[in-house]
């Protein structure tokens, strides 16, 4: 079942592991995501334009080698430490095939992909327990993922440097309740955001429950305990509209309080169908659950043609308990909700009947 946010994140991070450092051949070889332990925490806003001396990996997968050489440059990875990362990598099957060694170019791009995870890692978002999970679910043995893991979080991560913030934009609030389409915050313009709410800070707000960006981040303050975390859209088509975000609460709310947050985002005319329970996914090494609610609304079918994307007269909201990693639902669902994603579209049952988180 497939969420927007997911996908993108999920989409650059595998350009990032193969135009950016590739893992495969035709022997199986593993993928992964580590991160280390006090990476994001208090740290000075950074200049307006340190995101563009700090590009992301994604930026820099579909860029020269020299925009790698910067991104690990900013992130405080030099050759010495790719190196080393590269010769753990080619010794467990992190590269490109058993007995193939890479060359520094590819050890490179590895590490990129790497600084992701040290960074997910540092502010909770991840652990190192999932990190070895997911690796083996990729096609590491234990003892392979264990060897990555642990020469991530011993000796690559603690010299990984924080990911630096943009200072967050002057606003003039006050903007209207809906955009000039009709929406009212999925599928709205970052333009009406930033006319209608004041942006938060990302790494102090969204960090934690959604984990660090890999694109372009938004976040926005709601009300006093409720923020919304999203990813502007790289595809030129949806022209920095969100279609898709998470809702996050300071802390767990009544389903009662989560359905209003949810209508205030959808057009006017949404109207809510009954939920369905879901669970994690076969693969995922974690037991966890979600409640998913569709919303009929005949606006958004318009506003999504409009943006050339799945026109459908669907919204979908999938509320967690206690949050949602790329492995699935942390913690089952009680009722109580801490974190929303809405994304443009229905959500449906698999092939086997069951809705999957």
């Known amino acids: 079942m497939p969420r927007y946010r997911r996908a993108v994140g999920t989409a650059f991070l595998v350009v990032a592991a193969l135009a950016v450092g590739g893992c495969g051949s035709d022997t199986s070889s593993a993928h992964s995501s580590a991160a280390p ?141 809906e955009d000039d389409r009709g929406g009212r915050g999925l599928t709205s313009p970052v333009t009406w955001w930033d006319a209608r709410h004041p942006r938060a800070s990302w790494s102090k707000e969204c960090a934690a429950q959604t984990g660090m960006p890999v694109g372009d981040p938004v976040a926005y303050r709601l009300a006093k305990d409720e923020v919304v975390c999203a990813i502007v859209p790289p595809a030129a088509s949806l022209k920095k509209h969100l279609i898709s975000l998470d809702v996050v609460f300071s802390s767990p709310v009544d389903e009662d309080r989560a359905r209003r947050a949810v209508l205030a985002l959808l057009p006017s005319d949404a109207s809510a169908t009954e939920p369905t329970e879901g669970t994690n996914p076969d693969w995922s090494y974690m037991d966890g659950g979600c409640l998913n609610t569709n919303f009929r609304t005949a606006t958004m079918e318009r506003l999504t043609d409009g943006l050339q994307k799945d026109a459908e007269p669907w919204a979908s909201a999938l509320y967690y308990s206690e949050g949602s990693i790329e492995d699935g639902a942390v913690g089952d669902y009680t009722g109580e909700v801490k974190q929303i994603s809405l994304s443009t579209g229905a959500n449906e049952p698999g092939a086997a009947g069951d809705l999957t988180c």
């Open 37 to 177: 332990e006090d990476v994001i925490g208090d740290q000075p806003a950074a200049p307006e334009n340190e995101s563009d001396s700090n590009p992301s990996p994604a930026e820099s997968a579909g860029e020269d080698d020299t925009s790698i050489e910067d991104f690990l440059a900013v992130a405080g990875v030099d050759d010495d430490l790719v190196n080393r990362l590269g010769e753990i990598g080619d010794a467990n099957n992190y590269g490109l095939g058993a007995g193939v060694e890479t060359g520094l170019e590819d050890r490179r791009r590895l590490a990129t992909s790497q600084v992701d995870t040290c960074r997910n890692v540092a502010v909770g978002y991840r652990t190192w327990k999932g990190v070895r999970y997911s690796d083996e679910s990729g096609g590491a043995t234990e003892e392979q993922a264990s060897a990555m893991a642990d020469f991530l979080r011993t000796d690559f991560c603690p010299h990984v440097a924080p990911l630096k913030e943009a200072r967050l934009p002057e606003q003039t609030l006050g903007g209207p309740a």
